[in-house]
């Protein structure tokens, strides 16, 4: 089902800002957009499932009608409101209280620095990307992006696939407890590294980790098995198993899985090129691609991959 996409950024009218990279501050700009709107911009449909103000904990849940239902905690690492603190967030299936998580994803953790001020939401009601950076000035780096994941349902094969709800990011193969991590997506999510773990398509706890699809090499010399210089095109990145002649718990060969597919599905609302550009340009970079407009997401060699500002899930 196609859902409309609303864009949040940090120079709306009656926008939350995001100046000294407190939990609060983070938890305020994903209340406003996922939930209760501001300024002439309403909430992407999403609800609060839990929350603890006093200690810097919050669990949303997307559309239980257009999405999975699923959940995500983001909370405060030792539970103060300080400048560049360390937050981390969870995604699951379900959960019945805060910290309790059923059918969960890899833990991710983030710090937002105090020079960080410019933060962008792209949302819909079954998922959203969150970007954030400390400049807009051009040359860009990936060490520039302070804050990059997408949480909510991939763009599943299988229609209404149990496993959907996930939190994509880079090299996310494991619950993380330290925010040096590299958050450029095309450099550090490739066809070897863990992007989300995707519980069985039968509704089982079994899990297994999925990748960007072998067929794409992100890193800086452009995509495997795809000639660079001119030839530029834009494709979807797809979400594929790592080990295409392993088999599924139930001794399936991966290709064969019903499960377990080896391919499960697109990265929501995002196109990749083998070819970086736009680096004379500040961000954000808004350009039309076939008849829709997409917003570049900023990464090594300013960046490929682009995310669509209007429909997902088509």
């Known amino acids: 089902m196609s859902l ?16 000294n990279g407190k939990p609060s501050e983070i938890i305020a700009i994903l209340k406003k957009c996922l939930v209760e709107g501001y300024g002439t911009k309403a909430g992407a449909g999403w609800s609060v499932a ?3 103000a006093a200690a810097f904990k919050i669990a949303f ?3 239980t009608t257009e999405a999975s239902g699923g959940f995500v905690q983001f909370w405060s690492v030792d539970g103060t409101d300080a400048n560049s603190a360390n937050m981390r967030f969870r995604s699951a299936k379900s959960m019945t209280a805060l910290d309790t998580f059923i059918d969960s994803q890899y833990q991710i953790q983030f710090n937002i620095t105090t020079v960080v001020d410019y933060w962008v939401i792209v949302a819909t009601s079954a998922g959203f990307w969150f970007l954030s950076t400390n400049t807009l000035a051009s040359p860009y780096s990936s060490s520039n992006q302070k804050g990059l994941f997408f949480i909510g349902d991939f763009d599943a094969i299988t229609a209404n696939d149990p496993g959907r709800f996930v939190n994509i990011s880079s090299s996310a193969g494991a619950d993380m407890t330290s925010h040096s991590w590299n958050s450029s997506f095309e450099v550090s999510v490739g066809p070897n590294s863990t992007i989300c773990k995707i519980y069985d398509a039968d509704g089982s706890a079994n899990f297994r980790n ?18 660079m210089g001119d030839r530029v095109f834009l494709q979807p990145l797809i979400i594929s198993g790592a080990g295409l ?6 001794g399936v060969i991966n290709s064969n899985s019903i499960i377990q597919p080896y391919i499960r599905g697109k990265v929501p609302g995002l196109l990749y090129s083998p070819s970086t550009g736009y680096s004379d340009q500040p961000w954000p970079v808004i350009e039309s691609i076939n008849g829709q407009q997409y917003m570049l997401i900023p990464g090594y060699r300013f960046g490929r991959a ?4 209007e429909t997902w899930y088509d």
């Open 4 to 19: 409309p996409v609303t864009v949040y950024r940090w120079d709306d009218a009656g926008a939350p800002q995001l100046t």
């Open 50 to 52: 839990f929350e603890n």
């Open 61 to 63: 849940r997307n559309s």
């Open 210 to 227: 999925y990748n960007i699809d072998s067929r794409y090499n992100l890193g800086s010399q452009g995509v495997a098995g795809v000639p």
């Open 245 to 250: 002649d392993s088999n599924d718990r139930l």
């Open 306 to 309: 682009w995310i669509n500002l």
